[in-house]
């Protein structure tokens, strides 16, 4: 009988957010028949692969839906790139200014950054 390996990606809870967005990242979107995507895109490019690949356009405001690994999350359309990086993804966005913190949302940083004394 053959043996089948299947890889199960870590859930939210137990992601560690030390990946940066230059990084590899396989697409775990649902597709159909219960398929993932599984192109290979950079962390950068989350945002066009999105759009070109699962068709995410539209208004800022419009709903969508993640279907990340059966997330099935409902939020604005401008939130989609942030709640995959954050939540699926890991990435982290380190302070270049003092070196020392990272902070899982860009917003998060830009906002560290206005106090942040250096190292």
Same mark, same amino acid.
């Given at each position: 009988? =053959?043996?089948?390996?299947? #890889? &199960?990606?870590?859930?939210?809870? &137990?992601?560690? !957010?030390?990946? *940066? @967005?230059?990084? @590899? ?7 159909? #028949? ?12 989350? *945002?066009? !692969?999105?759009?070109? /690949?699962?068709?995410? +356009?539209?208004?800022?405001?419009? =709903?969508? %839906? %993640?279907?990340?690994? +059966? %997330?099935?999350?409902?939020? $604005? $359309? ?5 709640? /995959?990086?954050?939540? !699926? @993804? ?7 200014? %003092?070196? $020392?913190? *990272? ?5 998060? @940083?830009?906002? !560290? ?5 250096? =190292?």
């Amino acid at each position: 009988m =053959p043996q089948f390996l299947s #890889y &199960t990606p870590p859930s939210s809870s &137990t992601l560690a !957010h030390d990946h *940066s @967005l230059d990084e @590899l990242f396989q697409c775990w979107w649902d597709g159909e #028949y219960g398929l993932h995507c599984n192109d290979l895109f950079r962390g950068n490019d989350l *945002s066009a !692969h999105l759009r070109d /690949v699962h068709g995410i +356009r539209g208004a800022d405001k419009s =709903p969508v %839906c %993640c279907r990340w690994n +059966r %997330c099935n999350l409902a939020m $604005k $359309k401008e939130s989609i790139v942030r709640h /995959v990086e954050e939540r !699926h @993804l890991g990435i982290a966005h380190p302070c270049d200014t %003092c070196g $020392k913190k *990272s902070f899982s949302r860009q917003d998060t @940083l830009n906002r !560290h950054k206005k106090t942040c004394s250096g =190292p």
